[in-house]
């Protein structure tokens, strides 16, 4: 075994391992985590399965089959982090809607405490 898949091994496997500490101490939720899963499974997949790895190198023309191991795992990253880029979004814009209900609800709080600051006014009035 060469250094580079000893290498490939201990760091899919630290990631691997990573994400579900994260999972179980519930830091990571099971929808985002299923990505990170698929990725580091692949990864240290390919990284044990070396003739595996030979092979989907050389389709893809590497010469260096753990280059293309890399690249795959720069290509997973880049998915995830256009899959939360995604979910950011949707976040921004929910709290953005959420934020302008809450200045529509308080307005409309002042408007009834306004009134019934009248209603009292005029209710003083007419007992005195």
Do not use: C
């Amino acid at each position: 075994m060469e250094i580079v898949q000893i290498l490939s091994i201990v760091v899919s496997l630290t990631i691997l391992i990573l994400v579900l500490e994260t999972i179980r101490r519930g830091l990571l939720k099971e929808r985002y985590a299923l990505l990170w899963l698929f990725a580091s499974a692949a990864l240290l997949m390919l990284s044990f399965w070396r003739r595996l790895l030979d092979i989907l190198a050389h389709a893809f023309g590497f010469y260096y089959p753990p280059s293309f191991l890399f690249l795959a795992g720069f290509g997973f990253l880049h998915l995830i982090a256009l899959h939360f880029s995604i979910v950011t979004s949707r976040l921004s814009e929910k709290n953005k809607k959420l934020a302008q209900e809450l200045g529509i609800i308080q307005e409309q709080m002042r408007q009834i405490k306004k009134g019934m600051r009248g209603t009292q006014e005029e209710d003083s009035k007419e007992r005195g």
